[in-house]
C-alpha cells in the first residue's frame, strides 16, 4: 500500500497549500487527456486518491493516527470482563431483506393444491461481477484510512488519562477495503433490481390467510451477500357454492316441500365431480346430510374433511287455487299438528 505523502512527493508535515501545489504539478502531467499511457492513467489515480485524503484535515488526521498504539478503554474493559463486541473489519455482504407476498386461489386450488408462478420486482445476483462489487479485471483494496483494520483510534483524554478510542471508518464503513474501480453494472452494490418468475407448489388444504415461508426465495444481499426469506400470504376468493368449515366443506341444498316430505335423489355438482345425494321422506328444514370424503384436503395428517350439505325446505310464497285446495287436504290429514314452540337449539350445523 502506498504512502499518500510519498505519492504526492510531500513531507508529513506538509501544509495544505503545498499539498495543493504538489497534486496540480502532477495533474498536469498524468491527466488521461494530456498522458494517455496506462501506466500513468493508474498512477493519476493514486494520485488523485492521496490528494482527497490528505487535503481534508479530518481524514488526513485519521490517516495519520490510524497506525498509533495505544491501549482504549474497551481493551481495558476486555480484559477485565471478557470483552464480546466485533472487532476488526465487518464483511461487506449483507443478507437479502425478507418479503411478505400474497398468492390468491380459488377454493379448489386451495383445497386440492396448485402450482403458481409469480413475477416479482427484486434483486438478483450482479451477473457481471458476480457480487464482488468490482470491475471485471479489478479487485478491492485496503482502506488507506485505517489500514485494513475497519477501526479508526483516536486519542482522548479523559478522567482516567489519555485514552484511544475506536469507531468504525467512515471511509471504508467498517470494512477494511475500498473499491477504486466499481461495478458500472451495478454501481458496486453487487447486486441489481429485475423481475423474476417465482415457481410456486402450494400445498393441498391450505386456508385463507396461511403464511408459507420459502427460505432463501427473497431478494440478494448487498455484495453479493445470501438472499433473504419470503413469507406467502394465502388469500382464498370466495366460492358462489361452497364455504369452508375446517377440514370440511359446507353448502346448502334448496328443497322444494313436497320433495322434503316425500324424499328423493338428486345428482350435484361437487369439487371432485358429480355426486348422487339422498333425502329420505320427512326432512326437515336446518338437517345436514354428511358426504364423507369430499371436503378439503388436510394440510398436516392425511385423509380429508367432509362435505356438509344443510337443508333448506323452500315453501311457495304464491299458489294457485288448486294448489291451495291440495295444501288444505294435507292440513285436514294432519289436523292435530298445530304450531308450538321447539328447541331453543338451531336445528343447523352452522
Known amino acids: 500500500m502506498s504512502d499518500h505523502y510519498e505519492v ?31 501506466e500513468a492513467q493508474e498512477r493519476f489515480k493514486l494520485v488523485t486518491h492521496a490528494y482527497e485524503v490528505l487535503i481534508d484535515s479530518n481524514s488526513r488526521a485519521s490517516y495519520d493516527g490510524a497506525g498509533s498504539e495505544g491501549v482504549g478503554i474497551g481493551d481495558i474493559f476486555d480484559s477485565f470482563f471478557g470483552g464480546g463486541g466485533q472487532r476488526g473489519p465487518q464483511s461487506r455482504s449483507q443478507r437479502g431483506q425478507d418479503a411478505l407476498l400474497r398468492v390468491d ?33 479489478t479487485s478491492a483494496q485496503t482502506c488507506d484510512i485505517c489500514r485494513g483494520s475497519g477501526q479508526i483510534q483516536r486519542r482522548v483524554q479523559s478522567f482516567m488519562g489519555a485514552m484511544v478510542t475506536s469507531a468504525p471508518c467512515g471511509t471504508c464503513r467498517g470494512t477494511g477495503q475500498v473499491i477504486p474501480d466499481p461495478c458500472v453494472e451495478c454501481r458496486a ?16 388444504g391450505v386456508s385463507d390467510g396461511l403464511r408459507l415461508h420459502l427460505p432463501g426465495q427473497g431478494e440478494v444481499g448487498f455484495g453479493g451477500g445470501p438472499s433473504g426469506d419470503i413469507y406467502l400470504e394465502v388469500s382464498v376468493r370466495a366460492d358462489p357454492t361452497f364455504g369452508r368449515d375446517g377440514d370440511n366443506l359446507v353448502a346448502v341444498l334448496e328443497v322444494p316441500i313436497a320433495d322434503a316430505a316425500l324424499g328423493f335423489e338428486t345428482e350435484i355438482e361437487t369439487l371432485d365431480g358429480p355426486s348422487l345425494v339422498t333425502v329420505k321422506a320427512g326432512a326437515q328444514h336446518g338437517d345436514v346430510i354428511t358426504l364423507k370424503g369430499l371436503g378439503s384436503n388436510k394440510l398436516r395428517g392425511r385423509g380429508r374433511g367432509d362435505l356438509l350439505l344443510q337443508l333448506k325446505v323452500l315453501t311457495p310464497n304464491r299458489i294457485d287455487g288448486k294448489q291451495k285446495d291440495l295444501f288444505k287436504k294435507l292440513k285436514a ?6 304450531p308450538r314452540l321447539g328447541s331453543r337449539r338451531a336445528r343447523g350445523r352452522f
Do not use: M, W
Request: glycine share 6%; charged share 35%; proline share 5%.
Open 8 to 38: 504526492l512527493g510531500v513531507a508529513r508535515d506538509a501544509t495544505e497549500d503545498q499539498i495543493k501545489k504538489a497534486y496540480r504539478k502532477l495533474a498536469r502531467e498524468l491527466h488521461p487527456d494530456i498522458n494517455p499511457a496506462k
Open 333 to 338: 290429514l294432519h289436523k292435530d299438528d298445530s
Open 189 to 204: 452494490q453487487g447486486r441489481v433490481r429485475a423481475s423474476r418468475d417465482l415457481d410456486l407448489d402450494i400445498p393441498a
Open 105 to 137: 386461489l380459488d377454493l379448489k386450488e386451495a383445497v386440492f393444491g396448485a402450482n403458481k408462478v409469480l413475477t416479482i420486482d427484486t434483486a438478483i445476483l450482479c451477473e457481471v461481477c458476480k457480487g464482488s462489487c468490482c470491475r471485471p479485471g
